[in-house]
């Protein structure tokens, strides 16, 4: 940690030195590894190093932001002039600006939320092995032609942040991770279908073969894929895919997209936005999973909120500028990346999750469509029309009958997530743990 801390401090002083009022800094340093296998042989094997600097600068109410991945003296000295030239550039932003000391988050416990990994990386051998036990359980499923590709994956990634006006904080993350690819059938009759997992720790992935045998279940499952027919009829988003409509939630209740005028939400706080009884809850301070972190982009401390309480919306997700411009605090949720300005941003959510089983749900739809697959995406912001594409399983009288594609699914987000019931099959492991979703009455544009 202390390399990447004394970038962020040597940019800070570059940036004093060539005439900045203000600045802050991150640097973003990563090591990661990824192998692929095909037909019980290496395929293809990935190591890459980097390191990222990002520096903001702030004079009066200009500023810009530049990066670099060279963090040689000479570099940071040129970066930072570079910066101080473009913000006496850069047009007046009455809303951007530091925190107050008081604000800045002044103490946290990295070690309590378990963000790396203590144990030795994941070697390319270990990993190679991961991927092949997949491939093999995939291949083990009766009508299974292929699999596509498999992997295993290890990154870690160190990040420290720092601002002129006192706060340095830093820490390290790491992820492993495998995923399977299998296709079933032949020819023009080809389906697909995958299962992957991530973990923090490595020693909590799940079993190779079980990744694989999911996969090469989950094609299988897909053979004779048709269009569904046309017609209003109730959805049930499976846990896969359902966390997108959580997703499209947090972007309406965006600060960025309120103070810009451009949320279906805009005018909804305090109104009810999910069924009565249902809880929408960001913390950051789960241990061992991805979203967790102990301060913000700005250096303003975490903390675990409901956004959504008992189906009532309850606030906005700010950073400090979209905080200002609404005339209301800072969440603590900005998030910032080494070539971009902090911007608003949510980590770990957990939906409530309802007393029914996703099998009990199915069962209650009657005739309606099951969604496990969902590509591209057409969402008004001002409206909250939604109209997705989708493929899955097609459901008569409580029962799963048919494998789907080649279909849209389409209604208001308002109407869709105000009326929704949740199974109880959330993932506890995940950055989201969103149960599959039940909507009713949403518009099938199929066959």
């Not at 940690?1 to 640097?27: P, Y």
């Not at 047009?91 to 990295?110: K, M, R």
């Not at 810009?260 to 009810?272: F, I, Q």
């Not at 869709?416 to 544009?445: F, K």
Request: net charge negative; with cysteine; hydrophobic share 40%.
């Amino acid at each position: 940690m202390a390399d990447v801390q004394d970038l962020t401090e040597k940019m800070l002083s570059a940036a004093k030195k060539a005439g900045a009022e203000a600045a802050d800094a991150i640097v973003i340093k990563g090591d990661s590894l990824s192998i692929e296998v095909a037909n019980g042989a290496l395929e293809h094997a990935e190591r890459a190093e980097g390191i990222d600097l990002g520096l903001r600068v702030l004079l009066g109410q200009r500023s810009a932001v530049v990066s670099v991945s060279d963090g040689s003296d000479a570099t940071i000295a040129t970066m930072a002039e570079r910066a101080v030239a473009m913000a006496r550039a850069a047009p007046e932003d009455p809303f951007i600006g530091l925190a107050t000391a008081e604000q800045l988050a002044t103490s946290w416990d990295v070690e309590a939320l378990e963000l790396a990994d203590p144990a030795a990386p994941a070697s390319p051998e270990a990993l190679k092995d991961m991927a092949l036990g997949a491939e093999a359980a995939a291949l083990g499923v009766q009508g299974v032609s292929k699999v596509d590709s498999a992997g295993g994956s290890y990154s870690a990634t160190t990040i420290h942040l720092a601002t002129s006006n006192g706060f340095s904080g830093g820490y390290r993350r790491t992820s492993t991770g495998l995923y399977c690819t299998a296709i079933s059938g032949d020819g023009l009759e080809m389906e697909r279908d995958y299962k992957g997992d991530s973990r923090v720790f490595a020693a909590d992935l799940m079993d190779p073969r079980e990744v694989g045998r999911i996969a090469g279940e989950r094609a299988v499952a897909r053979i004779g894929a048709s269009q569904p027919p046309t017609g209003a009829f109730p959805v049930l988003f499976d846990e896969r895919v359902s966390s997108t409509l959580v997703g499209h939630l947090m972007a309406a209740i965006n600060g960025r997209a309120v103070a810009r005028g451009v949320s279906w939400l805009k005018e909804a706080l305090g109104e009810r936005v999910l069924p009565e009884g249902m809880d929408l809850v960001e913390d950051p301070f789960r241990q061992r999973v991805s979203g967790s972190k102990p301060f913000d982009g700005e250096g303003l401390p975490t903390t675990r909120r409901a956004w959504v309480r008992d189906g009532v919306l309850t606030g906005w997700v700010l950073d400090l500028a979209s905080a200002r411009q609404l005339g209301m605090e800072s969440t603590g949720n900005a998030a910032r990346g080494a070539g971009s300005a902090p911007s608003p941003s949510v980590g770990n959510l957990t939906l409530s999750a309802g007393e029914k089983s996703r099998e009990a749900l199915i069962k209650e739809m009657g005739t309606g469509l099951v969604v496990t697959s969902m590509i591209g995406s057409s969402v008004n912001p001002n409206t909250g029309e939604y109209s997705r594409g989708a493929s899955g399983f097609w459901v008569e009288n409580g029962e799963i009958v048919r494998p789907v594609n080649e279909c849209t699914v389409a209604g208001n987000l308002r109407d869709m997530l105000g009326g929704m019931v949740a199974a109880n099959d959330g993932q506890a492991h995940r950055s989201r743990v969103v149960p599959s979703l039940l909507v009713e009455g949403l518009t099938i544009a199929g066959s």
